[in-house]
Antibody, heavy 123, light 112 residues
């Protein structure tokens, strides 16, 4: 059973960059899965942010693409989220998740999720 | 891309069956058999219940089933139990703007 655990600052100032880490165990992220992020504003629904494969191929939500970067560190078995120029609208519970699929849609199934970490954007 | 459309709430009594709909377009739900359903209890992470319209991951009860007709996918829960009370979200793979995943707004299931 794969385990995912998010970590990072719980408070980010407006206009700054939100940075989160997802630690994965015991499976290697250097495998056949995509690794990505989803967020959920308090009391609201889910929003897919993006996902990355270990070879560097990444896909992002078109509405966030200009501000999002997902990266991997296979040596540490971790992956990361950076969201720039944040505003109060980016306040949310951020989840990391293992994505799966096949050549018809490589990352279409969000099969395992971390417990989530709350990030508040406020001055 | 707009979110998929789900009813805000549904309810049913223990033992009954309920169905939650998820309506998209011919560019997402209607284009691919790549609809998933997630269950989320309060304060918990979402859990995958159905993928690729009809398939259940190992460990998910057979009381949960999925289907699709045209641009609308559905999740049916039979033999309702108290623990089924949760929010349910559908998702679909899409390539409208770029390959991505989109979610529905979520449905709160209340077991009366």
């Amino acid at each position: 059973q794969v385990q995912l655990q998010e970590s990072g600052p719980g408070l980010v100032r407006p206009s700054e960059t939100l940075s989160l880490t997802c630690a994965v165990s015991p499976y290697s992220i250097n495998s056949v899965y995509y690794w990505g992020w989803i967020r959920q504003p308090p009391g609201k629904g889910l929003e897919w942010i993006g996902a990355m494969y270990h070879n560097g191929v990444s896909y992002y939500n078109p509405s966030l693409k200009s501000r999002v970067t997902i990266s991997l560190d296979t040596s540490k078995n971790q992956f990361f989220l950076k969201l720039s120029s944040v505003t109060a609208a980016d306040t949310a519970l951020y989840y990391c998740a293992r994505h799966s699929g096949d050549s018809s849609g490589y990352f279409r199934i969000l099969e395992s999720w971390g417990p989530g970490t709350l990030v508040t954007v406020s001055s | 891309q707009s979110a998929l459309t789900q009813p805000a709430s549904v309810s049913g009594s223990p033992g009954q069956s309920i169905t939650i709909s998820c309506t998209g377009t011919s560019s997402d739900v209607g284009a691919y058999n790549f609809v998933s359903w997630y269950q989320q209890h309060p304060g918990k992470a979402p859990k995958l219940m159905i993928y690729d319209v009809i398939y259940r991951p190992s460990g998910v009860s057979s009381r949960f089933s999925g289907s699709k007709s045209g641009n609308t996918a559905s999740l049916t829960i039979s033999g309702l139990q108290a623990d089924d009370e949760a929010h349910y979200y559908c998702s679909s793979y899409t390539t409208t703007s770029a390959p991505s995943v989109m979610f529905g707004g979520g449905t709160k299931l209340t077991v009366l």
